[in-house]
């Protein structure tokens, strides 16, 4: 196939790229940053590079600003914001100007989108946000993403939910505390942590290419989300390193802020009901076989 991937140099592009190189696709990469992208790969840092004749058979969007990267003050979000809606939008553009559109869109969005409010309620892609900034900004972010069905092309948004992972992901910065010992709950430790393993998102990207049953929402989480409680329990059992010292929610609160309570303090309990009737299997649907392949 020949398929366009924006945001082909970070955790997850980097991860995609390697499996489609296995696959023997055409890959283009837009990138900025032309020195990180792997061998094979077509570099391109504008979209009026592309080859006008070609005709993409995938486009994979996964651009856009770190979400926890730095604390959420009004320029950051505003940086969030413009790093997503800004590519989304160009693609669209540059969809509507094709001769050849692209025959699929898959675009990142995130969990987020389903908001904040503590419940016990799992939820499915039929499930709604509330007013959180993370789900302010997966909405308007799928929103654009979405208009490529207008012009005929099949289209799924991808609400990723925490990626685990070697070299990247929602591990990297817990390791360190974790293998001293330090690691524990955030919290309460009842909030939901509803996570992927990387092989497994990868996995769900080719899987929403090839079947052209699904499109709209895809949740890209395992089957069997847990509490904060469970995962400290279970990545300190995985490390063979005690899980018990807690991180209490004020103190998120006095050093990150806003960003903290919605990330880290908040969750939900993530289905991936599309994925499961369409017949995806998991490579890793329970958390310590992900976090044992993960360190």
Same mark, same amino acid.
């Given at each position: 196939?020949?398929?366009?991937?924006?945001?082909?140099?970070?955790?997850?592009?980097?991860?995609?790229?390697?499996?489609?190189?296995?696959?023997?696709?055409?890959?283009?990469?837009? $990138?900025?940053?032309?020195?990180?992208?792997?061998?094979?790969?077509?570099?391109?840092?504008?979209?009026?590079?592309?080859?006008?004749?070609?005709?993409?058979?995938?486009?994979?969007?996964?651009?856009?600003?770190?979400?926890?990267?730095?604390?959420?003050?009004?320029?950051?979000?505003?940086?969030?914001?413009?790093?997503?809606?800004?590519?989304?939008?160009?693609?669209?553009?540059?969809?509507?100007?094709?001769?050849?559109?692209?025959?699929?869109?898959?675009?990142?969005?995130?969990?987020?989108?389903?908001?904040?409010?503590?419940?016990?309620?799992?939820?499915?892609?039929?499930?709604?946000?509330?007013?959180?900034?993370?789900?302010?900004?997966?909405?308007?972010?799928?929103?654009?993403?979405?208009?490529?069905? $207008?012009?005929?092309?099949?289209?799924?948004?991808?609400?990723?939910?925490?990626?685990?992972?070697?070299?990247?992901?929602?591990?990297?910065? !817990?390791?360190?505390?974790?293998?001293?010992?330090?690691?524990?709950?955030?919290?309460?430790?009842?909030?939901?942590?509803?996570?992927?393993?990387?092989?497994?998102?990868?996995?769900?990207?080719?899987?929403?290419?090839?079947?052209?049953?699904?499109?709209?929402?895809?949740?890209? $989480?395992?089957?069997?989300?847990?509490?904060?409680?469970?995962?400290?329990? $279970?990545?300190?059992?995985?490390?063979?390193?005690?899980?018990?010292?807690? !991180?209490?929610?004020?103190?998120?609160?006095?050093?990150?802020?806003? !960003?903290?309570?919605?990330?880290?303090?908040?969750?939900?309990?993530?289905?991936?009901?599309?994925?499961?009737?369409?017949?995806?299997?998991?490579?890793?649907?329970?958390?310590?076989?992900?976090?044992?392949?993960?360190?």
């Amino acid at each position: 196939m020949n398929i366009l991937v924006t945001g082909g140099t970070g955790f997850i592009g980097s991860s995609l790229c390697a499996r489609l190189l296995e696959g023997k696709h055409h890959i283009v990469v837009l $990138t900025r940053q032309p020195a990180l992208v792997m061998e094979g790969i077509e570099v391109i840092s504008n979209l009026s590079q592309m080859e006008p004749q070609l005709t993409l058979d995938a486009v994979i969007n996964l651009a856009g600003e770190s979400i926890a990267s730095k604390r959420w003050t009004k320029v950051q979000k505003q940086r969030i914001f413009d790093s997503r809606l800004e590519m989304t939008r160009n693609l669209i553009d540059f969809f509507k100007a094709a001769a050849n559109k692209p025959k699929f869109f898959i675009s990142s969005s995130a969990i987020g989108y389903y908001g904040v409010s503590e419940s016990n309620q799992q939820c499915d892609e039929s499930a709604l946000g509330d007013e959180s900034f993370s789900s302010r900004l997966c909405l308007q972010w799928e929103a654009v993403a979405l208009e490529a069905e $207008t012009i005929g092309i099949r289209t799924c948004v991808l609400r990723t939910g925490i990626v685990l992972g070697k070299g990247g992901g929602a591990l990297e910065k !817990m390791l360190i505390p974790f293998k001293f010992g330090l690691g524990g709950r955030i919290g309460k430790g009842s909030q939901w942590m509803s996570w992927i393993h990387i092989d497994d998102l990868v996995g769900i990207i080719l899987y929403c290419i090839e079947n052209h049953q699904l499109t709209g929402p895809v949740n890209g $989480t395992a089957p069997t989300p847990v509490t904060n409680a469970a995962f400290t329990k $279970t990545f300190g059992k995985v490390l063979k390193r005690p899980a018990i010292v807690p !991180m209490p929610a004020i103190v998120i609160k006095i050093i990150m802020g806003k !960003m903290g309570e919605e990330l880290l303090l908040a969750g939900k309990k993530v289905l991936p009901t599309k994925l499961t009737t369409a017949g995806y299997s998991f490579k890793f649907p329970h958390l310590e076989d992900a976090l044992l392949n993960s360190i």
